[in-house]
T-cell receptor, first 118, second 117 residues
Framework: AQTVTQSQPEMSVQEAETVTLSCTYD???????LFWYKQPPSRQMILVIR??????QNATENRFSVNFQKAAKSFSLKISDSQLGDAAMYFC???????????????FGQGTILTVHP | NAGVMQNPRHLVRRRGQEARLRCSPM?????VYWYRQLPEEGLKFMVY????????ESGMPKERFSAEFPKEGPSILRIQQVVRGDSAAYFC???????????????FGPGTRLTVT
């Protein structure tokens, strides 16, 4: 079974600064997706960015980028030019790309609460 | 295109009652997933359904919990004889049909917060 670990329960950053959230995962599969989701106080889950394991290039979405280290099974999220609206709980998630009935589910980490100071 | 809809948003039940949570996927989506989020924890997968079929229920408690996604109408997560430990936020997500092994993002609803008193 796959596991996802976020070792930082809380992080904080000054507005306009950069912050990196850590995520490690364990899997025996070689083909999978990784995601970062944001959950603001409204509790709505919002997809921030996704990475396909077979792609070596790190994904980027505007101010959000990832550092994907497949051999180390590490998938960190970097938020540049942090804004007050970035304050939320951030979840790292894994999804298998292999066949079979279990490929649909997302496996989430425990989450990291990000506080942005003005 | 309306997003994933869940109702009710808040549900209060007394111990022993039944809870029914509804999820209407996005238009064109035929895959539905249910997740549970206990306080201060991440989301945990419960069940994955396609129209009229349960594909993966490996995260569903064996007793008291059931899920369906009929040909017509929303997906329903049903919890019988609720206990205090069932208090949590229940999220539904949907995705479109896959093309072979193509995997699509899951789009989440706003969740239903169940409180058992």
């Amino acid at each position: 079974a796959q596991t996802v670990t976020q070792s930082q329960p809380e992080m904080s950053v000054q507005e306009a600064e950069t912050v990196t959230l850590s995520c490690t995962y364990d899997t025996s599969e070689s083909d999978y997706y990784l995601f970062w989701y944001k959950q603001p106080p409204s509790r709505q889950m919002i997809l921030v960015i996704r990475q396909e394991a077979y792609k070596q290039q790190n994904a980027t979405e505007n101010r959000f980028s990832v550092n994907f280290q497949k051999a180390a099974k590490s998938f960190s999220l970097k938020i540049s030019d942090s804004q007050l609206g970035d304050a939320a709980m951030y979840f790292c998630a894994y999804r298998s790309r292999a066949g079979g009935t279990s490929y649909g589910k997302l496996t989430f980490g425990q989450g990291t609460i990000l506080t942005v100071h003005p | 295109n309306a997003g994933v809809m869940q109702n009710p948003r808040h549900l209060v039940r007394r111990r022993g009652q039944e809870a029914r949570l509804r999820c209407s996927p996005m238009k064109g989506h035929s895959h539905v997933y249910w997740y549970r989020q206990l306080p201060e924890e991440g989301l945990k997968f419960m069940v994955y359904l396609q129209k009229e079929n349960i594909i993966d229920e490996s995260g569903m408690p064996k007793e008291r919990f059931s899920a369906e996604f009929p040909k017509e109408g929303p997906s329903i997560l049903r919890i019988q004889q609720v206990v205090r430990g069932d208090s949590a936020a229940y999220f539904c997500a949907s995705s479109p049909p896959g093309q072979g092994r193509q995997v699509h993002e899951q789009y989440f609803g706003p969740g239903t917060r169940l409180t058992v008193t």
